[in-house]
């Protein structure tokens, strides 16, 4: 086994291949090597209008096909769009369980989350939704979660005393399925669940999401139905919702969770590589939403963080890209990007920190306080 082979089976050595190669390519500097004053603005006027996107780069992509010599030509919009302008944590631990709601809920939830992957259920501890609208008194329709699969309609709030009114979700599928246009197939936007065929929640699709479509969105069935003949996946179909959204409604706190990568298990190379590729112009196009929208640009921080990994080929305990298994270092050393109002640009931290920190320092840069997350705010976020 050839040395680079074997620095890449440790979170460190992983960190450190990223952050190389992110000096080399896209020209950051070390963070550790900055000195000056924090850049984000503080007050309460300030605080109002501070608006944060966050987006899962979800499904789960290894360095191999991203932050590494050989993936870079699948990452063009990252790579050279957004990182120059982000402050890129290049050490990110998931330590929790691997699966995608359980782990985009320990996202939100700032707790690694215990809950059944594979169950209509809601967090155990309260989101970030939740913390943000009790402790700033903000509406119900200042917070949304746009979700990829059916099994994520929960994610908005959880059971929790004293907390329980969370984010609004809204599962695009669902206003697909409500909308219900003829004569196209349009299976391949609401393929759902690639992990565990035998777990296919019900496709809602009735009079609520209707209602969504026409007084939310403010799209008739046919105006959408006749752009989702135009869409290729379930992630372009959620991030025409998203634009949407930040048009109709501005929502200060608006988190999107991306799925199209998880493809992979069906063991399908390009599918995988594909999914990537539009997975990276996707959030480019979010990123040109907020300048385009007066009541994002300017004020708005955006995060993009993959839920996890996936396995290393090494490992004779996985299948390499096709799953999440191992627990390997592949599959939870992850990365977070954040860039806009009040980040440092064009910066690389290499300080271990953990998924569940997330939550903590949307905290510090919002203004609540997320009392059961057993995170820490990143400090170079503050
Ligand atoms: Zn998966």
Redesign the pocket.
Known sequence: MNRLIQSLQTPFGLSLSRREFLRDVAGLTLGSTLMGASPFLRGEAVRKKRKVIVITFG??ARDQETFAPEGQENIPHLLHELIPQSSFFSHVTNRGIL??YVATASLATGVYETLNNFAAVPPQHPTVFEYFRRDLKRPANDAWVVAPSNGFNRIGESDCRSYGAGALVILPKHLLAAARPGGVNLDHLLRDN??NPLYTPQLGGGEFELQQLDRILRLSVEDFAAHARTLSSPDELSVYIAIRLMQQEAPSLLWITMHDI?V??SGAYSLYIEGIRRTDRLCAEMWRAVQDNPEYAGNTTMFILPDFGRDADYDTGGNGFQ??RTGDAASRTTWMMALGAGVRPGVIYDDPVQSIDLVPSLGAILGFSPAQSEGKPVRELL
């Open positions: 499904g789960g699966g995608h690639y992990e998880d992979a298990h799953h999440h």
